[in-house]
């Protein structure tokens, strides 16, 4: 207690120092002048009262500094005072602070950012109770034990009602097409609903702040609905009174039954703004073992391991392969939740972290080279100074003193970097990176990233002066300009730290580069489609006012009213547009054929249903026979198009046209063969079977995407695309419109910020092993400026002068390369998972890194170059 | 006026300050003439061991101060004790007693010397 009052009474009188002063001062006048009234009141002449009084209490500026002492701040004044020349001292040279307040920034803010997101998508556990024990079930193929395949309802309902390792197992349905309408507001909006089954919640722990969640009795599209905080906020004020009223959806009225937390989010559908049961009454689709379209998720009892979930499910496999022929060779496998929700981003977060390692190294070596260059340039001033009588321990204290201000502004510039990067990453990865939307600046790294950054700033600052300190200053002024230049194994500590500068740039360029060029590779790749000049756009007709006759009508109509708009080519719609990855694959079996009747001769394919001219719209051609038309409706026989994958696959060495396949439960007589499509962004083909949705409308509410291919700008097109719709029905939503390249492009979000990210990474460390470079260079050429104007007095060519110093810079950043290249071929391994369409050792990005490399070693090494050279060697040897 | 005043005793000043302070609080120059009178003129506290004395005294939270007007209206530093002012000045009267009393039995002593 006393200690502390006393530290905070010292700490008082640094911060109010003036005013401490001034009241000492009043204090003493005050004592003056009493003991002048106390020797006026005793009798003494009034003239000479003042003097008197004056010599009898003694000198008071004696006085003032005995208590000054007695304020203990005598070892603050000092720092104090070693702060501001420090300060001034490195206003003297603004060059090297401001680079190392750079480095320090870039580095520390980096960090932060790129680590603090890692950290939220990574490594932070689902917010969810005792995530450890969530995990997901998918379904493959026998022969395809790493795909991660959606389940049929008829295999989640046997695995619900007999495997004991679960607490509780739910499917939902995330499909991009259960969106509902709200049309009870001032304008038509649509909103993302997720059909659920029951015990959802209780997977996840997460219960209903209102209300209650669902009941397995509604499992049979009972129409309730559960809202999410937002929802509920918007549409009902945050009134408890919306439990129990009805919310229209779609012409629906659906029961409000509960509403859940805010701050609530689903970890499989992170947008979703409200809960519906799934209908899993047999007879639907729920009947079909070969129909895949739900995500399962489950918690473990407590105890069972993931292993032991897997061998029960296994046996259970087993069971049911027997009991459902066609689907004898679905297996199932269990993988950890989080791994699961974190997998599309995990191998981009890990390989940012290696380039913020990387970085926060370079930032070090950066650092050291730069103040034991500043060091040894010093250590004739520290000698100087020693010899002068400075004592040494204030020497340290003061160079001490001065690296913690260059770290300290380093830092504090650090972390504005860090603010500022971190709300540009959410940003970039708004949407495509799960979980990025929670993202906070991570303590650990942020305290990490600044001791490191302090530890090598004082480590490196200090060398020079301890070393000074050390030696016979005699020595040091004697040596003068040959131990300015550096002692020998000096000069060989700092090439050495520069060669690793290069070489560590030379690596995260290498890294980046490859994957500008991937990137590059991915954004030319020929997906099978004309996307540039096609607007898209969703439409979906709410069952309550269209039955299945009025829905096939619709999107017939919709395509032929578009058609007739000025500047559109082609109008069709499709249930999943080209490369935004697979969608109801489906068991397909050749029915004719060679490969009819063979036990593996049917395929998964995938399954399209499309609507008006669908092919010619999307710029996909036909190759064989012919597309739909008019004629295929309900009245024909079911007619398939096939693509070319799928008709070699499905019917090899024959004509396709005129051969009949078996899916969805129907059989089909495939009428026309269509080029392949892209299934992914990475250019993945897929074989793909196509219905037409006049034949196909019984099945179920299809929602299809409407592409419209146009002579001119797409979305000029949207004002008259929207008036038509309205015409047709006021009600309905244009949900999502954009060009086609947007809607297929999002895909490629998540690679763009890794490139991103990756790229200012080796843009930075470039900067960094261009400034060290230089600063090393030019620090050791203006500590040889003695040398050489010794050199050229005796007659030495500057030419000759100026080749050494390059020769010397290139000598550097060639070793540099020379070793960034082994760091490369080990960073082969990691990019090999990264790169697309590119060797992780493409010769063509290591020359250019390498290029690179040596263009700014040059550059680094001929200005002081040129400089020393600029100079009168007179001048100097004065 | 011959001054037979003399110089604290080393170490007393800050228990004598206490001393003061404990009767009411007072402003530096009142410390000095208080601890003069009670020792009937015989003690002299300058200003120049005054003042950095109630500065340490503050720091090590014995005293607080604070500025007052004086009867006769003059502003004046103010010292008053604090609970931890006033446990010290027990423990360094209890400490006096004890050292002076030793002193004093030392002094009393009828010297006997060392015979055979």
Sequence with gaps: MSTLSDLWARFCSVILRGREERELDEELRFHLAMEADARRAGGAAATDVDRQSRLALGGVERTKEDVRDARGTRLLDDSLRDVSYAVRTLARSPGFALVVILTLALGIGGTTAVFSAVDTVLLQPLPYQEPGRLVRLYQHGATKPGDRGVVTPVHFLAYRRSLSSFEHLAAVLTYSTTGEDLTGGDRPERIQVLPVSADYFDVLRAQPVLGRGFEENEENGAPSVILSHDLWERLYHGNPGAVGQALVMSGTPFTVVGVMPAGYTDPMAPGVAAWVPLDLRPGLDASNVDNHYLDVIGRLRPGVTLARAQAELDALGATLARQYADASDMRASLYSLKEDVVAPASRSLKLMLGAVGLVLLLVCVNVATLLLVRGSARSHEFALRAALGGMRGRLVRQMLIECLVLAVAGEIAGLVLARLAMSAIVTLGAGSVPRLDALTMNPGILWFSLAVATASALVFGLLPALRAARAQPIDALRAEGRALAGAQGQRHVRSGLVVAQVALAFVLLVGAGLLIVSFHRLRSLDLGVKPDQALVFELHLPEARYDFTARARFYEDVTTNIEQLRGVRAAGGITRLPATGPYHVWGTTPLTGPNAGKEHGGIGAQQRVVSGEYFKAAGIPVLEGRAFDARDDASVPRRAVVSTTAAAQLFPGVDPIGQRLRTGGFDWEVIGVVADVALDVEGRVAPTVYHAHAQFVGDRNWALTQVVSTSGSPEALLPAIRRTIAAMDPALVLYRPMTMADAIGAGTAQRRLTLIVLASFAAIALLLAALGLFGALSYSVKLRSREFGVRMALGADRGAIRRLVLRQGLVVAVAGVMIGVGGALALSRVMASMVFHVQPLDPGVLAGAALFILLVGAAAAYLPAHRATAVDPRSILQ | ?116
């Design chain 2, 1 to 116: 006026m011959a001054d037979t005043r003399s110089e604290l005793v080393q170490g007393t000043l800050e228990m004598l300050v206490l001393k003061t302070l404990a009767l009411e609080p007072m402003h530096g120059w009142g410390i000095a003439q208080r601890i003069e009178q009670l020792s009937h003129d015989v003690f002299l506290v300058t200003q120049g061991s005054l003042y950095p004395a109630l500065v340490r005294m503050k720091r090590r939270g014995w005293i607080t101060s604070s500025w007052r007007i004086t009867e006769n209206n003059r502003r004046a530093r103010y010292y008053a004790l604090t609970a931890a002012g006033a446990r010290r000045l027990e423990q360094e009267r209890a400490s006096w007693h004890r050292a002076s009393s030793a002193v004093n039995d030392i002094l009393r002593a009828n010297v006997i010397p060392a015979t055979a």
